[in-house]
């Protein structure tokens, strides 16, 4: 039987990104949305043909039908959404990040482990086809030692033009309505000052983050950092002796610039990331002793890749690649590199 998908927040990535791929998806049926805009949420159910509309997440978790949501609403409202999503029994597939302190974060994987439900963040570069290749690369290298050991990496994102190709979506001039359950955001140890730099870092620069713990090791530790009021930072962290330096700075003008490379002995795997609308592969350039080769894909999109995977994680009852679980990880480093900032550690 098909999962039934439940889109929860129908704004522009609710549609771009999430919406119009679970449509196309012929494994599931996304049978409800729900805003708390009422003209946008019917617009947004025109577009995609889609029956029920619901003016509240509640009303639409109440639904039989609905098996699974997707959560893409305001980041300090989604921690309370995916916690009724999941006392519900629906499996949830959430926007980054997931929360904002690994408590709150811990409190939402534990609601997923008591019910066994599928619970993804959306980390959807780590369903990026050429991340996939890079991986491959890797572990083959690893294995046959032709370019050394790991010695390092570098990794940056200089945000801008987020890379949006088309405008599949609707929108409204309706304002966004108050009245939403909203989790703290921040520890209780981080000034007021801060936490709008904390809500920019966790927001672009946890995927870096989370993409350098899938390739190089999933527990690191943060050896140096510098964090900017901004959210502007240069983070180094400790994965087992090997240094990953990453360098990030966010604006809204200029060309999107993201990355990671890896260092062996003898040469380097590069992955040159798409801004994260864009329709398009990550780059691969594997580097062997002076000899460079890129290696080219077929041109699919992360987006619809994560979701394809969490159609299929349900269905097959499988780990997801960002399950909940392992992102804790990244708030808990956040949390590391903020507290340094604020007790003044470099």
């Known amino acids: ?81 995916v916690l009724d999503a999941l006392k519900s029994g629906r499996h949830v597939l959430s926007e980054k990040p997931m929360a904002y302190t690994t408590v709150q974060a811990a409190s939402l994987v534990e609601a997923a482990r008591r019910q066994h439900l599928v619970y993804s963040i959306g980390y959807m570069k780590r369903h990026d086809a050429g991340v996939a290749r890079a991986l491959a690369e890797l572990a083959r290298l690893r294995t046959d030692g032709s370019l050394g050991r790991v010695v390092g990496a570098r990794g940056w994102c200089f ?102 490379s890896i260092d062996f002995e003898h040469g380097a795997v590069t992955i040159e990331l798409p801004p994260p609308f864009a329709e398009r592969e990550a780059g691969v350039i594997l580097d062997q002793g002076g000899q460079i080769t890129r290696l080219t894909g077929e041109g699919s999109w992360a987006f619809r890749r994560q979701a394809d995977a969490f159609v299929a994680d349900i269905v097959e009852r499988r780990t997801p690649l960002a399950s909940g679980a392992d992102s804790v990880t990244d708030i808990a480093l956040a949390e590391a590199i903020w507290k340094r900032q604020v007790s003044g550690q470099a």
């Open 1 to 81: 039987m098909r999962p039934g998908i439940g889109i929860i927040g129908t704004g522009m990535v609710g549609q771009m990104c999430h919406l119009a791929n679970f449509v196309a998806n012929p494994a599931c049926r996304v049978v409800a949305i729900a805003d708390l805009r009422p003209d946008l949420a019917a617009a947004a159910a025109q577009k995609f043909g889609i029956s029920r509309v619901y003016g509240t997440h509640r009303e639409l978790l109440a639904d039989a039908a609905v098996s699974a949501v997707v959560v893409v609403t305001k980041r300090r409202a989604t921690g309370p959404i």
């Open 159 to 260: 945000g801008g033009d987020t890379g949006r190709s088309q405008d599949n979506f609707v929108m409204t001039g309706e304002t966004r309505p108050d009245g939403l359950e909203l989790w703290q955001d921040g520890p209780d140890w981080m000034p007021g000052a801060l936490r709008p730099g904390y809500d920019n870092f966790l927001n672009v620069f946890s995927h870096i983050i989370n993409l350098a713990r899938y390739l190089l090791g999933s527990s690191p530790t943060v050896a140096e950092s510098t964090v900017e009021t901004s959210g502007t930072a240069t983070v180094t962290l400790d994965f087992e002796g090997v240094a990953c330096v990453l360098q990030l700075a966010n604006g809204p003008e200029g060309a999107w610039r993201e990355g990671l």
